[in-house]
Nanobody, 128 residues
Framework: QVQLVESGGGLVQAGGSLRLSCAAS????????VGWFRQASGMERQFVGR????????DYADSVKGRFTISRDNIVNTVYLQMNNLKPEDTAIYYC?????????????????????WGQGTQVTVSS
């Protein structure tokens, strides 16, 4: 079973940037699709984006399109979330999650239910 650890969160002013990392251990990340989610205080966990194990297909929530970019480096077993032009409404705990690439996901990969491995989360706070 793969384990995930997020890092890179912090406090940033609106319009600023942060890059989150999701480092995997225990198994190669090549075997997993990876999703990013966020959860604001008092809210449900929300899909941010996901990248397939091959890295060939990336999908984003409408709220972050054009501002956030997901990439992966399977050599160092890490997936990244580059966040630019941050807004106060991006404030949340950000989680990465892994879904085994050998399984079939009829509901797609934008639901939390598709993922069975989660990191502990990293806090992102955007001040206005």
């Amino acid at each position: 079973q793969v384990q995930l650890v997020e890092s890179g969160g912090g406090l940033v002013q609106a319009g600023g940037s942060l890059r989150l990392s999701c480092a995997a251990s225990g198994r190669t990340l090549n075997d997993y699709h990876v999703g990013w989610f966020r959860q604001a205080s008092g809210m449900e966990r929300q899909f941010v984006g996901r990248i397939l194990s091959s890295g060939l297909t990336i999908d984003y929530a409408d709220s972050v399109k054009g501002r956030f970019t997901i990439s992966r480096d399977n050599i160092v077993n890490t997936v990244y979330l580059q966040m630019n032009n941050l807004k106060p409404e991006d404030t949340a705990i950000y989680y990465c999650a892994a879904a085994n690439r050998k399984r079939y996901y009829p509901g797609g990969l934008s639901s939390t239910q598709a993922y069975d491995v989660w990191g502990q989360g990293t806090q992102v706070t955007v001040s206005s």
